[in-house]
């Protein structure tokens, strides 16, 4: 098995020269790094990472929870996290909690095992046992784009997400400026903290309108294109069906899209439609869509932040932080009625 003394002689430099270029714990000269990197390359070492992590009880690993495979705004998310994760030599553990409290209490045990030494969890409606399995270990945590609304000061958990209840009312204000005064609203999964205050800003929206509330015009799209997809169909069936759209998050926009096109409706012509969450593609829908954007890197970049800078002072306060999403404009809303 080939050891760091055997990359040190074959470099031309000592163990501990060795030690401080692979774990990053002091400044190296360039030209020592390249020369340690090469001897690594040329004998085939490998760092040992399960001993080390038995002298210093730290595996340098992170694991996140988050409905990843199911959504692309989590998948945008997860780039953005594992770039700063890995750029400070941590390695990330991935584990998909599929937007369900039991597959996420499952999930959450599978990185417990690993023994990480911080966890980002996007949490499910009901995340009550799975913070308490990471309570139980006393491992630092950052709760990523569902707030809740109490952080326990006893427990060293954080959280970060975007603001949700005003920039939903300025999506309501976008189209009531635009003479629409019979606007649905597609909400996501039951329960999730994004769902109940982006309910609250189309709420908030119609009063600032002047607009009176009909209960028929909220549908539950679940957070999924197909459920999405069957509550459009059946606002269109309304005796007085919806001018205006608004989807609560970009699968659900993707089922709206659908649904309209099985009906033959064009948008905005027939119809319009506004959604929370940007596609990287979104310019290049016919009509191009309007949409109220998040701060996707910066969520996720900030949220690894946030995680480490606890990692180094766990007596923090529980902090809670909240990034403003940005309207962009397009074609999708229209031009008036």
């Known amino acids: 098995m080939v050891t760091m003394s055997d990359v040190a002689q074959v470099a031309g430099v000592s163990q501990t020269t060795v030690s401080h270029v692979l774990n990053k714990t002091r400044r190296i000269a360039p030209e020592t790094e390249r020369a340690v990197a090469a001897a690594i390359e040329a004998t085939g070492y490998l760092n040992d990472g399960i001993a080390k992590s038995l002298r210093t ?3 340098h690993s992170i694991g996140l929870a988050i409905s990843a495979m199911s959504n692309p705004y989590f998948g945008e998310v997860v780039h953005s996290i594992e770039k700063h994760v890995t750029d400070l030599g941590y390695s ?81 204000r976008h189209l009531a400026e635009r003479g629409h005064r019979r606007i649905a609203m597609v909400s996501g999964r039951p329960g999730l903290r994004t769902t109940l205050e982006r ?11 002047g607009i009176g509330v009909d209960e028929t015009l909220i549908r539950d799209g679940h957070s999924e294109a197909e459920p999405a997809r069957q509550a459009i169909k059946s606002l269109m069936a309304l005796k007085s069906p919806p001018t205006a759209l608004i989807t609560g998050n970009n699968q ?27 596609f990287p593609w979104a310019d290049l829908f016919h009509p191009r869509l309007t949409v109220m954007a998040q701060p996707i890197e910066e969520l996720g970049t ?21 990034l403003s999403p940005r309207l962009i404009v397009r074609d999708s809303g229209g031009t008036g009625i």
């Open 199 to 209: 309910v609250d800003g189309y709420l908030l929206g119609l009063r600032q309108a």
């Open 57 to 59: 009880g730290k595996t």
């Open 252 to 278: 659900m926009t993707i089922g709206a899209m659908a649904a309209l096109r099985d009906l033959g409706l064009q948008v905005p012509d027939d119809i319009a439609l506004v959604a929370f969450d940007d």
């Open 92 to 172: 990330l553990l991935l584990a998909d909690t599929h937007d369900d409290p039991d597959r996420e209490l499952r999930a959450v045990r599978d990185l417990l095992a690993h023994r990480p030494d911080g966890i980002i969890l996007a949490p499910s409606a009901d995340p009550q046992e799975a913070l308490r399995q990471i309570s139980r270990r006393k491992i630092p945590t950052i709760l990523i784009d569902r707030v809740p609304e109490h952080l326990d000061p006893s427990q060293p958990v954080d959280a970060i997400g975007v603001e949700n209840t005003e920039p939903t009312a300025e999506l309501v």
């Open 302 to 322: 900030l949220a690894a932040e946030m995680l480490f800078q606890r990692l180094q002072e766990p007596d923090l306060k529980p902090r809670e932080i909240r």
